[in-house]
């Protein structure tokens, strides 16, 4: 019976950790765009030669 004293506080510590979690998830915006970030895994391209591509295709359109 006497672990309950030691469960119960633990317990709500454990609540409070996943509560600050939570809210500094929510704070850093890591909920606002949960599509993108699972496609970007299927496209093959290198972020940083896609980004250079963009530039060199901006530069032929003017």
Same mark, same amino acid.
């Given at each position: ?6 469960l119960i506080p633990l317990s ?8 600050w979690a939570f809210f500094w998830?929510?704070?850093? #915006?890591?909920? +606002? $765009?949960? /599509?993108?970030? !699972?496609? #970007?895994?299927? +496209? $093959?391209? /290198?972020?940083? !030669?896609?980004t250079a591509s963009r530039s060199? /295709? ?5």
């Open positions: 019976m006497s672990i309950i004293y030691l709500l510590l454990l609540l409070g950790f996943a509560l998830a929510v704070r850093n #915006d890591q909920f +606002d $765009d949960l /599509d993108s970030p !699972a496609l #970007d895994v299927l +496209d $093959d391209d /290198d972020p940083a !030669a896609r060199a /295709d901006d530069g032929r359109e003017r």
